[in-house]
């Protein structure tokens, strides 16, 4: 049966989301009732004798259309953090409703005249900005197509969201669906909390000895550690084959390949029914890059750059398996084996020894007090409903003439769980907006995603250093979203911000992970107390550019991919077309080829369901942006005798790239903070690769 709508905590929109009570049953009639005040919204605002003005139109249709975001991005968070059976099927069933409605709005004829309407030069800068994404928004939403061609646009934006769903369940249930148990002599090397982890979920299956998973908190320790091969090759090819024609038979129903040919045609007709040659000329449109040919450039210039020092990687990856290991021929289960042994070998430490300095609750704490120190803001536990006993809440505040004023909320979710997708991520309950309806400023809220290793024994979760350079990259967009001094919600936070800049901020936060004055304050030793001792950072910062060249060649790798993919008149029509493809990039950048069971790309969700298709590069164009701003800090803190915490210099990326978010260019914002365009010299000797 539905809820009835009056009880139905997807309809409150006094506070914040009822994460505790949202049920399967109450999605359809949330959705149904928001889809009804949309729709008539929409014909209210698009009446000739309807004021073109921006607040008018605001006011009216903004509001009910913010209200339906905000229910659908609470059903859409559950669905990736606490997914069940019967909240997918509520999910996937509402989808296609909310889906033609996004794209019916942004391609809507008279709403289109009247945004060509409004008289430009009375709208503030931020409204202009807003206005300017906004005429860009409908031209690429299909709204200058005709009869037919505007109804396959439509078709085709809502089979894309249905696929794309598709695409992520099939990766996530590939990734539950497998699980192995072996005896503690098979697990020799890796670490007691990996395996009182393993031996407690295999409890829990009423199974002897240990659970190995694909999730990563298993997946990566296991394969750096495990001295057995063969437990290490049984991931591997689980791992690689996950969601393909590779994987074992029983499986196959997860298969993406179908899926990933179909997208790849549907944005192909997309973008030539919108008049542009392929996908990758649509994709960036509103991003700083101005042709996918620059791009390709510029991922071709940096690849020339890091083969020389990722030839030197491999070189010594085979030196240490042959003489230590008696790897004469290593197969691709023992590169990450290996990659481990010769970083102890070479700076005498490994992860597992750094990890008991970082308790989840000491790193949080050295976190916020970078950000206080920075930003003149302060962090605070704070109250609201949440899905798993294991989610905070936290709020920002900032001192003001009128006492402590509140700048933004998140949650915080960093276990790995069943039922949660991989990955970490960032995303926003809500945004900053002076809100037309009450006259009331809405303060803005966010979702900071991890999937961390849960505490064993009643002791504390404990973080890898990869791990706390992941919180603080994801902090890093949630400081984006929650800092802004923005009053247009479209413009204000992330939103607007072009997608190969967005990872500025995200970026440019991993720098305090390396610096020793920053560190030595959020670190301490979970049986002892002690903080990491100096000498073992002096190893840590020694390996921080560990085979930099090798990971640098597969983003490279990655990213050539995804645009050659997107950026064909006729792009790959099989699987087999597409590891073709794959297979010339490998050629041209890569230094091991993997076997030919492996298929990886199966579950590159990011440019198949996360938004980032012809857009992955956005990573390594965004990394030369976040290394020259923390080149400021560097420079600066020479100066100040502050180091990387220079408080002006902190105050002034706050003002020009934090609170400015995407009111305007990306472009202006950094040279607004660094008095030039960027450069990539910052980049390449922070990577050890000048």
């Not at 976040?626 to 100040?640: Q, V, W």
């Amino acid at each position: 049966m539905n809820a009835p709508t009056n009880t139905n905590p997807l309809l409150d929109f006094a506070g914040l989301p009822h994460f505790d009570t949202i049920a399967p049953t109450h999605v359809a009639p949330a959705i149904d009732a928001l889809l009804k005040a949309a729709n008539e919204a929409l014909e209210t605002v698009t009446q000739d004798d309807f004021p073109a003005d921006w607040t008018s139109m605001a006011t009216v249709l903004d509001v009910v259309t913010e209200r339906l975001s905000h229910a659908w991005g609470a059903v859409s968070h559950l669905n990736g953090v606490a997914d069940t059976p019967e909240l997918r099927a509520a999910y996937n069933e509402a989808l296609p409703r909310v889906t033609e409605f996004y794209t019916r709005l942004g391609a809507d004829e008279r709403l289109f005249a009247k945004y060509k309407a409004m008289d430009v030069a009375k709208l503030t800068d931020e409204q202009r900005q807003a206005h300017k994404n906004a005429m860009r928004g409908f031209v690429l939403g299909g709204a200058d197509l005709k009869g037919e061609a505007r109804k396959r646009f439509a078709w085709l934006q809502e089979r894309q969201a249905e696929l794309t769903q598709k695409f992520s369940e099939n990766a996530l249930d590939a990734t539950d669906g497998f699980a192995i148990y072996v005896s503690a002599e098979e697990l020799a090397g890796v670490p007691g909390d990996v395996l009182k982890a393993t031996a407690a979920a295999a409890k829990v299956d009423g199974k002897s000895g240990h659970k190995l998973t694909l999730k990563l908190p298993v997946y990566l320790p296991v394969m750096q550690f495990a001295h057995n091969a063969g437990v290490r090759e049984q991931l591997y090819k689980a791992y690689a084959t996950r969601a393909s024609d590779q994987a074992p038979k029983e499986s196959q129903i997860w298969d993406n390949t179908a899926i990933m040919v179909e997208l790849l045609a549907l944005r192909q007709e997309e973008s030539e029914l919108l008049g542009y040659r392929h996908f990758a000329d649509v994709s960036l449109v509103p991003k700083m890059a101005e042709s996918p040919e620059q791009v390709v450039a510029f991922l071709r210039e940096l690849a020339v750059k890091a083969k020389p020092f990722g030839e030197k990687d491999l070189a010594d990856l085979k030196s240490i398996a042959a003489s230590d290991l008696g790897l004469n021929d290593p197969q691709p289960w023992d590169w990450t084996y290996i990659s481990e042994k010769l970083k102890e070998a070479r700076y005498a430490f490994s992860e597992q020894e750094v990890k008991p300095y970082f308790p989840l609750d000491k790193v949080l704490a050295g976190l916020f007090q970078i950000v206080e120190t920075l930003f003149d803001v302060a962090i605070r536990p704070d109250q609201a409903a949440v899905w798993n006993p294991s989610v905070r809440f936290f709020r920002i505040e900032r001192n003001s003439p009128k006492g402590m004023q509140l700048v933004g909320q998140f949650y915080l979710d960093p276990s790995a769980r069943n039922g949660k997708r991989g990955g970490a991520w960032m995303d926003d309950v809500r945004a900053r907006w002076m809100r037309p309806d009450t006259g009331l400023l809405q303060t803005p809220v966010a979702h900071l995603v991890c999937n961390f290793s849960e505490g064993v024994d009643g002791k504390p979760a404990l973080l890898t250093h990869d791990d706390v350079i992941t919180l603080f990259h994801e902090f890093g967009h949630g400081l984006h979203h929650m800092l802004t001094q923005v009053n247009e919600h479209d413009v204000s936070g992330i939103s607007g911000v072009e997608w190969d800049a967005v990872e500025l901020p995200s970026q440019f936060m991993e720098n305090f992970c390396w610096e020793w004055d920053v560190l030595k304050h959020m670190t301490a030793h979970v049986d002892t107390g002690a903080p990491l001792p100096r000498e073992l950072f002096d190893k840590m910062l020694a390996a921080k550019n560990f085979q930099s060249g090798w990971q640098t060649l597969r983003q490279v790798e990655m990213s050539l991919v995804d645009m050659l993919l997107h950026s064909q008149a006729t792009p790959p029509a099989s699987g087999e077309a597409m590891l073709a493809l794959h297979q010339q990039v490998r050629d041209e950048v890569a230094l091991l080829v993997p076997p030919a069971y492996s298929r990886t790309i199966n579950t590159f969700s990011h440019i198949f369901a996360g938004g980032y298709s012809a857009g992955y590069y956005s990573y390594k164009w965004a990394e030369v942006l976040s290394a020259d701003a923390y080149a400021a800090f560097e420079e600066a803190g020479k100066i100040s005798g502050q180091g990387a915490l220079d408080v002006a210099t902190g105050r002034r990326y706050r003002e020009t790239i934090l609170e400015a978010g995407g009111s305007r260019p990306a472009m202006e914002s950094f040279k607004a903070f660094r008095g030039r365009e960027p450069t990539i010299d910052a980049l390449l000797r922070h990577q050890g690769m000048a």
